[in-house]
């Protein structure tokens, strides 16, 4: 997962999933504060208490006056009961029960209401709510419920918070794979394209599309210069080989001809670095002594320069730019190493290598990781300055190692003379599958 996506999957979601957590908990504050100052309203002395306080009289004073009526008193506790929605009893001085409507209430619910007339206690009345009495009944229900629905609510949140942070997730390993070459990656929010995450994806895509359409257009341009170029090397060849028949100068016909070789050779690079500009990669199954000993053969040096000291050297890659691997590298030690020693097959910290050995006096100090840059020179003297730049070779062999998930190294041998070479992954680059095993395609 890319940094920024591990960023949005880990950070934000949790963040959003934590601020609404507080916000849960800071309303369950505010409301259990709120609560608490109504208790204050309701305690003693309270306008609430007051209230009950005149509405308790009242009701006792009606009752006083139809006391002894019993129609007239019976109807009257209905009443209160109907009009208030409460439970009402009424008992005489001894405790008898006179009349009830509705429930019985629980002991720690009622409201007493003393019934006097003149100073005579007549009776009692009691009143209570039925929900009231409930829940003074289990007095841990109230925090309970209050709980469960917080915590329900946090829950409610996560998903929230994953629903939010999903659209930008998404788009976030887009971006990756475009920045990892998968040009035609494009994000589809489906079901949660909404708002700005629609606008943003919307741009993501038409940005990715412009890309890829320049890109290719990029491409088809490398080619077809690249194929142009060919035709009139070919015809330098030609022009030269006629030279030489006519009887033309020796020196000047090497000396062409050279040139050409080296446009010949600048092309094939250009073309093998666009593949791996493009990532065009056709990794199939090889053999590792087939592609050395046809590099030497390409290169003129005799089949005994190889050197296998792997039993086995079976490995997946593309053939082409492991054979301009190769190529590069016995060409580098031909031009800055005084020529070839042997191309060696081994095994490196559990990967494939090939390596030159070369003729030449060593590497500089520094120049272990400094040759596998682009045109970087040698200085050696004016010999050294003849033979040019490195180019794109060593800087080549590098990008096509690595592109095979290996790398380059170089080092000073210890008898004399330097080795160079790349490792790379039995099994293929790791971003691309090998296709079945088939005929293996020249290099």
């Not at 895509?205 to 890829?212: K, L, Q, S």
């Not at 003129?300 to 039993?311: K, M, Q, Y």
Request: proline share 5%; net charge neutral.
């Amino acid at each position: 997962m890319s940094r920024l996506g591990h960023f949005i999957r880990a950070r934000l979601r949790r963040r959003l999933f934590l601020w609404f957590g507080v916000s849960i908990l800071t309303t369950g504050l505010v409301v259990s504060t709120v609560m608490s100052l109504m208790g204050g309203l309701m305690g003693e002395g309270g306008p609430w208490r007051q209230e009950v306080s005149r509405a308790r009289t009242f009701v006792s004073n009606r009752l006083a006056e139809v006391w002894d009526d019993p129609v007239r008193r019976d109807a009257l506790v209905r009443s209160v009961s109907d009009d208030l929605l409460v439970n009402v009893e009424l008992r005489d001085a001894s405790g008898a029960l006179l009349v009830r409507a509705g429930g019985p209430c629980h002991p720690h619910a009622e409201m007493s209401m003393p019934v006097e007339r003149n100073g005579v206690r007549l009776g009692t009345a009691k009143a209570c709510y039925e929900h009231h009495a409930r829940i003074h009944g289990a007095p841990w229900r109230g925090p309970m419920v209050l709980i469960l629905a917080g915590i329900s609510l946090w829950m409610a949140s996560g998903w929230l918070a994953r629903r939010l942070s999903r659209p930008l997730d998404t788009l976030a390993r887009a971006a990756q794979e475009l920045g990892e070459g998968k040009l035609d990656t494009r994000v589809q929010l489906g079901r949660y394209a909404t708002g700005e995450m629609s606008v943003l994806a919307d741009a993501f895509n038409e940005m990715a599309t412009r890309v890829e359409r320049q890109m290719a257009d990029q491409r088809e341009l490398l080619a077809a210069v690249s194929h142009e170029l060919r035709t009139p090397l070919a015809h330098l060849r030609v022009l030269v080989e006629l030279m030489r028949d006519a009887g033309g100068p020796e020196r000047t016909a090497d000396q062409m001809e050279r040139e050409v070789m080296e446009l010949d050779a600048l092309v094939g690079e250009l073309l093998a670095s666009s593949r791996l500009d493009f990532g065009q990669l056709t990794p199939r199954e090889l053999d590792g002594k087939d592609l050395a000993a046809r590099a030497l053969e390409r290169t003129g040096l005799p089949a005994e320069a190889l050197s296998v000291e792997v039993p086995e050297a079976k490995l997946t890659g593309d053939a082409t730019l492991l054979g301009r691997a190769l190529a590069n590298l016995l060409d580098n030690a031909r031009k800055h190493g005084q020529g070839v020693e042997a191309l060696r097959l081994l095994e490196r910290e559990g990967q494939l290598a090939f390596c030159v050995d070369d003729r030449g006096p060593g590497l500089l100090p520094g120049e272990e990781t400094r040759i596998f840059a682009p045109f970087y020179r040698k200085d050696r003297g004016g010999e050294a300055r003849e033979a040019g730049s490195l180019g794109l070779g060593l800087a080549l062999v590098q990008r096509i190692a690595r592109a095979h998930g290996g790398d380059t190294f170089a080092e000073n041998r210890p008898g004399g003379g330097a080795r160079v070479g790349f490792t790379l992954r039995r099994e293929g680059p790791a971003s691309v599958k090998a296709p079945p095993a088939a005929a293996h395609s020249r290099a």
